[in-house]
């Protein structure tokens, strides 16, 4: 009939297209028989196109509708349906809004309307989907269908049985299937072209196989997901899926445990969540035990999966395992691969590099980039922009367990040796580079990462810090004294460029503890100089101090080692500074810079100037010491280590700016601590920063400068907060917001 009506009016099925806005490729399906039952909106469209009368009109509707109820009894039912929702869904309204845009892709070339949720197992990739799925079937109404493609399996679906599963659900019966794959896929699409039908494609394994099941374009969109980042996917919108939020996660497993009725468990299914790591999977887990077993107190399997030993076992319900889930992508990996992630379990930190890895792993950086590539893109690693990977801490502990079942005791402690001496002399050539006697080294350890600057050891020191502390505990509990020491003395100048950094103490304290069973007293004094300097700077702990100056000068008395005596005078110098003991400071003080001077130790003599002349009230002197001190290290012949004096410089501007603010030449001292907060800003010293923002911020004040003023204030409590200092920041947040 369409046919007939066509030719009378003298249109060809180009003519008629552009008329009416129907595909040719529809019209000549209709002609042709193929298509008997087309929607309604189609018909009205081609009828006015046509300009059909009323009876004329009134028939070919009839007719199409008729074709449609036909289409809808003959056609197969119950092909590719999707699985039920999950009613107690929580969160993921970000993600939910993200493929809800599926709907707002248009059917221009290019915008196929591809949505692909990537992420490791346990995440709940395949629940958002459904979850979605229903929330748009309305949208989708010639059908919304879900095909397992059994990624994670040792046999994936084959493409062209997808096709074929996919095809028959759409309505085609076996004998108009095509053969071949290419042919399954060009039916496919023609047929997803002009219907508006959703395909959700779960659990996907490669690229190879997914490619033929997607759209070419026009209504029939897709939503697919995979373990595997899937990157040579061409024309698709990405999103990778992370753990829930803490809060989400709580919210998840108290909508679980709802029927229990219990609502004095909230502290303990806070306790759960976090366990469980934000991992939907082992949530759902942990609350299906609760509520399948009501005797049973969510406090009581919360102190039991706290024992990282049993976590993995108590996360198993019936056939839901988090090992099993974690297994399946194991199984995938080759087998240098399986060996790298289950060693780099070993590692002390949260996160490492390629280099650690390379040496963890056994093999080349080259070998370890590859491994850690695999890893990623089965989502058992998460990786960042700055070349980091960390474990979820749910898949470090299976890696753990791994490790444990593949390798015997012997080469796990033979490899735990081999990271952490690799660490601690990555460490101690890291912390040498601002030592005044080492710098760059000059032939560097060819089995370490270079460091070809103070920045990149700076860097690296501060990234590994908890990999490097862990391998100097290792070694101090395998006796290895003379290692832990050496990487101790290492970091005595680089402390001062991280003052804030919470493991200093445990550091020089494992420093004292191996220089004395080494027995040597001189380099015992120095390491209790260094926990002086702990207490006085970042602790402020004055009296011990004190305590550990008195140890240290005795032994470096003892031992005639006259720079830890200096060293000595200057840290108790400070102290008792602080306290109020002027007198004591300076002549401790001024001992210090006669001792180092003596010695010709320029780098120290020059912290020995000026600070207690200053909290004295002899603002002239002790402006004029920073000035000879600002001299010195601009002077080139001056013999100072660079990178002693580009640490120093910014405090002796500040110390400048603070005497003449205090002289009362405020414009001059803004200038100077200006300058100084900029550099320190540069060199990372948030100490020192902190309190001259916090100076600078009064100053301004006093000048009537209220807006620079309070914006200082809210910087300086910014500042305070990040080396946590909390008494401090919320001082300078109530300056900051002050009533004028």
């Given at each position: 009939m369409l046919r007939r009506h066509r030719h009378a009016a003298r249109l060809t099925l180009e003519q008629l297209a552009e008329a009416s806005g129907v595909s040719g490729r529809t019209l000549s399906d209709m002609e042709r028989g193929r298509s008997k039952g087309p929607q309604h909106r189609t018909v009205t469209a081609l009828a006015d196109a046509l300009g059909l009368a009323d009876a004329d009109r009134k028939q070919l509707v009839e007719l199409a509708r008729e074709g449609r109820l036909r289409d809808h009894w003959a056609r197969p039912t119950g092909l590719c349906e999707l699985p039920r929702s999950v009613d107690d869904f929580t969160g993921r309204a970000a993600e939910l809004a993200w493929t809800s845009e599926l709907l707002r892709a248009g059917d221009a070339p290019g915008t196929a309307g591809v949505r692909l949720i990537t992420g490791s197992a346990g995440l709940g990739k395949t629940t958002l989907s459904v979850v979605a799925a229903h929330a748009l079937r309305p949208e989708f109404p010639h059908g919304v269908f879900f095909l397992d493609l059994f990624g994670m399996s040792a046999q994936p679906l084959p493409v062209d049985e997808a096709l074929g599963m996919l095809l028959r659900a759409l309505g085609i019966a076996d004998h108009q299937i095509p053969g071949d794959v290419a042919g399954r896929a060009s039916l496919y699409r023609s047929l997803l072209r002009d219907r508006r039908v959703l395909i959700v494609l779960d659990n996907a394994a490669s690229e190879e196989q997914v490619r033929p099941l997607l759209p070419g374009g026009g209504a029939g969109k897709a939503l697919v997901t995979s373990r595997r980042l899937l990157a040579a996917l061409e024309g698709v919108r990405r999103l990778g899926l992370g753990p829930l939020p803490l809060l989400e996660a709580t919210?998840?497993?108290?909508?679980?445990?709802?029927?229990?009725?219990?609502?004095?468990?909230?502290?303990?299914?806070?306790?759960?969540?976090?366990?469980?790591?934000?991992?939907?999977?082992?949530?759902?887990?942990?609350?299906?035990?609760?509520?399948?077993?009501?005797?049973?107190?969510?406090?009581?399997?919360?102190?039991?999966?706290?024992?990282?030993?049993?976590?993995?076992?108590?996360?198993?319900?019936?056939?839901?395992?988090?090992?099993?889930?974690?297994?399946?992508?194991?199984?995938?990996?080759?087998?240098?691969?399986?060996?790298?992630?289950?060693?780099?379990?070993?590692?002390?930190?949260?996160?490492?590099?390629?280099?650690?890895?390379?040496?963890?792993?056994?093999?080349?950086?080259?070998?370890?980039?590859?491994?850690?590539?695999?890893?990623?893109d089965l989502g058992l690693l998460q990786d960042s922009t700055l070349?980091?990977?960390?474990?979820?801490?749910?898949?470090?502990?299976?890696?753990?367990?791994?490790?444990?079942?593949?390798?015997?005791?012997?080469?796990?402690?033979?490899?735990?040796?081999?990271?952490?001496?690799?660490?601690?002399?990555?460490?101690?050539?890291?912390?040498?580079?601002?030592?005044?006697?080492?710098?760059?080294?000059?032939?560097?350890?060819?089995?370490?990462a270079d460091l070809s600057s103070p920045e990149e050891a700076d860097h690296?020191?501060?990234?590994?810090?908890?990999?490097?502390?862990?391998?100097?505990?290792?070694?101090?509990?395998?006796?290895?004294?003379?290692?832990?020491?050496?990487?101790?003395?290492?970091?005595?100048?680089?402390?001062?460029?991280?003052?804030?950094?919470?493991?200093?103490?445990?550091?020089?304290?494992?420093?004292?503890?191996?220089?004395?069973?080494?027995?040597?007293?001189?380099?015992?004094?120095?390491?209790?100089?260094?926990?002086?300097?702990?207490?006085?700077?970042?602790?402020?702990?004055?009296?011990?101090?004190?305590?550990?100056?008195?140890?240290?000068?005795?032994?470096?008395?003892?031992?005639?080692?006259?720079?830890?005596?200096?060293?000595?005078?200057?840290?108790?110098?400070?102290?008792?500074?602080?306290?109020?003991?002027?007198?004591?400071?300076?002549?401790?003080?001024?001992?210090?810079?006669?001792?180092?001077?003596?010695?010709?130790?320029?780098?120290?003599y020059c912290q020995c100037l000026g600070t207690c002349l200053r909290d004295a009230g002899q603002y002239d002197k002790a402006l004029e010491q920073y000035l000879d001190l600002l001299a010195l290290l601009n002077d080139d012949r001056s013999g100072m280590t660079p990178s002693v004096a580009a640490f120093t410089r910014p405090i002796a501007l500040a110390r400048v700016g603070e005497c003449l603010g205090l002289l009362g030449h405020r414009a001059e001292a803004i200038t100077k601590l200006t300058e100084a907060i900029s550099l320190m800003e540069q060199t990372q010293l948030p100490v020192p920063q902190a309190r001259s923002l916090e100076t600078l911020a009064a100053l301004l004040a006093d000048e009537d400068r209220t807006g620079e003023s309070r914006r200082t204030y809210a910087q300086a409590a910014e500042v305070y907060e990040a080396i946590g200092d909390t008494e401090a920041s919320s001082r300078c947040r109530d300056l900051a917001n002050a009533a004028p």
């Open positions: 919210e998840l497993l108290t909508g679980i445990l709802k029927d229990r009725g219990a609502s004095d468990e909230g502290s303990a299914v806070w306790q759960l969540a976090q366990l469980c790591g934000g991992l939907p999977l082992a949530l759902r887990i942990t609350g299906n035990r609760l509520v399948s077993r009501p005797g049973w107190n969510a406090a009581d399997l919360a102190a039991r999966l706290t024992n990282e030993e049993r976590r993995l076992d108590q996360l198993s319900a019936g056939d839901l395992k988090i090992a099993t889930a974690f297994g399946l992508s194991y199984e995938q990996l080759a087998d240098s691969t399986r060996r790298a992630f289950r060693r780099l379990a070993l590692v002390p930190g949260r996160s490492f590099d390629a280099a650690l890895a390379a040496v963890v792993g056994g093999t080349s950086i080259e070998g370890a980039w590859d491994a850690l590539d695999e890893l990623v070349g980091r990977y960390r474990f979820h801490d749910l898949v470090r502990l299976f890696a753990r367990d791994r490790l444990r079942e593949e390798e015997t005791a012997a080469e796990r402690d033979a490899l735990t040796v081999t990271m952490a001496s690799w660490l601690l002399r990555m460490a101690t050539t890291a912390g040498r580079w601002f030592e005044p006697m080492y710098g760059r080294p000059d032939r560097p350890d060819p089995d370490l690296w020191l501060r990234v590994n810090a908890d990999n490097w502390l862990g391998a100097l505990r290792h070694a101090a509990s395998l006796g290895r004294f003379a290692a832990v020491l050496g990487c101790a003395e290492s970091m005595d100048w680089f402390s001062d460029q991280w003052m804030h950094a919470p493991h200093w103490y445990e550091v020089f304290t494992l420093g004292v503890e191996a220089a004395a069973v080494l027995g040597d007293p001189a380099r015992q004094a120095a390491q209790l100089n260094m926990l002086a300097w702990v207490h006085l700077v970042p602790r402020e702990d004055l009296e011990t101090t004190l305590r550990y100056t008195a140890q240290a000068m005795d032994l470096a008395t003892r031992s005639g080692a006259t720079a830890q005596i200096a060293l000595a005078h200057h840290h108790a110098g400070g102290a008792l500074r602080r306290l109020g003991r002027l007198d004591e400071a300076i002549a401790s003080e001024t001992q210090a810079a006669e001792i180092h001077k003596a010695n010709g130790d320029i780098d120290r």
